[in-house]
């Protein structure tokens, strides 16, 4: 709303020429240069004559000059807009001023990877949404959440808190997950081995940009550079993120016991490991569990190869067995695993707000890069959730959300099982989503495409493998849809389907 701001217009008052006529120039220029958008609210005459030191009459004359042109239009009380009713030719011209062709510095750019996802990924107007496996964040206790922020406001004023602060996140946050960490994920932290990140995703890439870092430095005196490992079938962004930085990837094989310990240490042969980034409370995509076996087995792989685990651990609170897995952190012994996570599962995406536990000396280095990226997170939420977590009114809503997310995972079992019998799928102990091994005849790209016409948008297996391997399954969240919205969606993915076997 332009009216909001002052705006600045720049005469030339050039000699000779009537200031009214000047006056019209300039906002014609600025409207075709994209500046001064079709239907765009205009200052009144008064404001644009005290900011341009001109006589209101003036501005008055200019204004009715450019409205006779056909460049303004007025609406009684409202005051004046720029025409909504512009020429096409104008419009397309302006739309080329506010869009300029890519310059040769974009275009040098190599593709990143990450297209087809954030495509897949996407809000699709109108569409029902299998998504990864994203909560409902219309479960949120707005209200619960809302106070919080108010009194972190006041404390704010009241303390000055939102000046800058630590790097690694506002200290009663730190206490209140390096709190939560020891109760609920076994692990012996305090708040000096917690830095607060915005959302597990850059957690993932400060761990990523470590290795590089390392990696950089480790070159100059070794000759084989190391590697990161992860399973074929894992999140693309985290793969991205270990990708941009130049850290070479090398995919394993899976089971249905989680990552294939035998290929890893075959590799550790062949190649020096830097890192494995893992999801082992629920491997994404395939929602795994890995075994108690093979995580001692990891460690203790971890220590004889000497490499690192980045430990992805983001939505290890929807666990509907009693006895979810304690994470690999809480079972090392020699401070070999950055452990990220995340309350965008919790609470909300939109929160962004997710956590390293790491050795002291990595979160002193993480505190170092951020101060690179963003300097520190955001105080506010910082100290809202921090109140949320000490009075437990984070644990009460996921004990409420875990309810409502057992039901939707009970029921979209019964459904798929009973629409897409020809689906193989293992029901998960816990995350938000379903991975559905489909008939292997199934094109997966065709399915994508009609089910998106049918009304359901799906994430195809394909999108997270790492090898770009045609893989007959998608990943089917559930979390997000209550059972009206499941059904719609059901529906119409099992009308895609059908259209590949017509009868
Ligand atoms: C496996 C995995 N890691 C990391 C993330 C990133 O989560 P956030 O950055 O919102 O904490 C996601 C998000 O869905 C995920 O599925």
Known sequence: ?????????????????????????AIIQEIQRGRLLPGAALPGSRTIADALSLNRKTVVQAYDELLAQGWIETQARRGAFVSARLPAPMIEKINKAAAPIPDSFVKSLPPNGLSAFLESIAEKPGAIRFSDGVPDA?????????????????????????????????????????????????????????????????????????????????????????????????????????????????????????????????????????????????????????????????????????????????????????????????????????????????????????????????????????????????????LAVAELMRTGEIKRHVRRALKIYKERRDYAVQRVSELIPSATFTIPAGGLALWLELDVRIDMQRLQRDALKQGVAILPGQLFSGTGRAIPALRLGYASLNQQELESGLAALVAAIQQQFPA
């Open 138 to 382: 219309r479960l949120v206790p707005f209200d619960v959440l809302s106070r919080a922020y108010r009194r972190a406001l006041l404390h704010s004023a009241r303390a000055n808190r939102l000046a800058y602060d630590d790097s690694r996140g506002n200290l009663l946050l730190r206490d209140a997950i390096a709190d939560m960490l020891r109760a609920e994920r076994g692990m012996s932290v305090t708040n000096t081995q917690i830095c607060v990140v915005r959302g597990s995703q850059m957690g993932i890439y400060l761990s990523a940009r470590l290795l590089a870092i390392k990696e950089k430095f480790v070159n100059e005196v070794a000759t084989s550079s190391g590697c990161v490992v992860m399973e074929d079938l894992g999140y693309p962004p985290a793969r991205e993120a270990f990708a941009s930085f130049g850290v070479a990837i090398e995919y394993i094989a899976q089971d249905c016991a989680g990552m294939d310990l035998d290929a890893l240490e075959a590799l550790c042969h062949q190649r020096n490991v830097s890192a494995v980034y893992t999801t082992p409370h629920h491997q994404f995509p395939t929602t795994v569990m890995l075994s108690v076996e093979r995580r001692i087995r990891l460690l203790e792989l971890a220590r004889r190869y000497d490499f690192l685990i980045i430990e992805d651990d983001y939505d290890h609170e929807f666990h509907f067995s009693h006895n979810p897995m304690l994470p690999l952190a809480s079972m090392d012994t020699d401070g070999r695993v950055i452990h990220i996570g995340s309350l965008s599962k919790v609470l909300a995406p939109g929160l962004r707000l997710g956590y390293i536990a790491a050795p002291e000396a990595v979160i002193n280095r993480c505190m170092n890069e951020i101060m690179l990226i963003d300097r520190q997170g955001n105080a506010l939420t910082e």
């Open 1 to 25: 709303m332009l009216r909001n701001w002052y705006l600045t217009i720049v005469l030339e008052r050039t000699a000779g020429v009537a200031l009214h006529l000047q006056l019209v120039q």
